[in-house]
């Protein structure tokens, strides 16, 4: 879908779960798994979960930031160890190996603090064979989606669908290279994008509502010892 923004797609999170779940309609029952990424993530998926009776996990992948500029990455890191680096922005940017390590060093020990608030020692459910669909709430560069594409692969899935309320074009032309199928609800042609822009109701969404939300779905979904 071509999109050229005029007012915000979707009212929140929740919203955007729903439009993106028509989306994916053709999956509703099937042998899906969902990898939420969090924090945004988390919100969008629980409605394309409850839509498509589908099978829920996480995927924790942060940025690297780019020093002195957070806002910006330089590449991206999944749970499982997985990096993905844009190699041109590093070479524009003349970050040496030092650096890039450094950077990365200090997401790698966010990850690690993500996963265990949010998963604890639970595993991670099995994909192999199985459909995939990995679930943000926007993608601007994709930057991070490309790293938990790559780290969904080495699970060895039968299929990896990208999937996103609203997109930039470049990102999903990128992930079009990577993943088996990239669905959104809004895709800007636009030479500026903002994932907020897209939602009237926009925040960053805190570890305690994460939680909460986790707690939440477990407590309707997983057998009762």
Same mark, same amino acid.
């Given at each position: 879908?071509?999109f050229?923004?005029?007012?915000?797609?979707?009212?929140?999170?929740?919203?955007?779960?729903?439009?993106l779940?028509?989306?994916?309609?053709?999956?509703?029952?099937?042998?899906?798994?969902?990898?939420? @990424?969090?924090n945004?993530?988390v919100?969008?998926?629980?409605?394309?979960v409850?839509?498509?009776?589908?099978?829920?996990?996480?995927?924790?992948?942060?940025?690297?930031?780019?020093p002195?500029?957070?806002?910006?990455?330089?590449?991206?890191?999944?749970?499982?160890?997985?990096?993905?680096?844009?190699?041109?922005?590093v070479?524009?940017l003349?970050?040496?190996?030092?650096?890039?390590?450094?950077e990365?060093?200090?997401?790698?020990?966010? @990850?690690?603090?993500?996963?265990?608030?949010?998963?604890?020692?639970?595993p991670?459910?099995?994909?192999?064979?199985?459909?995939?669909? @990995? @679930?943000?709430?926007?993608?601007a560069?994709?930057?991070?989606?490309?790293?938990?594409?790559?780290?969904?692969?080495?699970?060895?899935?039968?299929?990896?669908?990208v999937?996103?309320?609203?997109?930039?074009?470049?990102?999903?032309?990128?992930?079009?290279?990577?993943?088996?199928?990239?669905?959104?609800?809004?895709?800007?042609?636009?030479?500026?994008?903002?994932?907020?822009?897209?939602?009237?109701?926009?925040?960053?969404?805190?570890?305690?509502?994460?939680?909460?939300?986790?707690?939440?779905?477990?407590?309707?979904?997983?057998?009762?010892?």
């Open positions: 879908m071509r050229f923004r005029e007012a915000p797609v979707f009212d929140d999170r929740h919203d955007a779960g729903r439009q779940a028509a989306k994916l309609g053709k999956y509703n029952s099937q042998s899906v798994v969902v990898l939420a @990424i969090p945004g993530g919100a969008v998926a629980l409605e394309v409850s839509a498509l009776k589908a099978d829920l996990d996480l995927i924790i992948c942060r940025k690297i930031p780019v002195l500029n957070p806002e910006a990455g330089f590449g991206a890191i999944a749970s499982d160890g997985t990096i993905f680096l844009n190699e041109e922005l070479k524009r003349g970050l040496s190996r030092q650096q890039i390590e450094y990365a060093g200090k997401v790698r020990a966010e @990850i690690k603090r993500r996963s265990l608030l949010y998963k604890g020692d639970q991670l459910l099995g994909v192999s064979g199985r459909t995939v669909i @990995i @679930i943000d709430d926007g993608l560069s994709g930057i991070t989606m490309m790293a938990a594409v790559e780290s969904v692969r080495h699970r060895r899935p039968g299929e990896i669908v999937a996103a309320p609203c997109a930039s074009a470049v990102a999903v032309k990128q992930l079009g290279r990577v993943a088996d199928k990239v669905v959104t609800c809004a895709t800007s042609f636009m030479p500026s994008f903002a994932v907020a822009d897209f939602y009237r109701h926009w925040y960053d969404l805190s570890d305690d509502e994460v939680v909460r939300y986790l707690n939440q779905w477990r407590m309707r979904h997983l057998p009762q010892k």
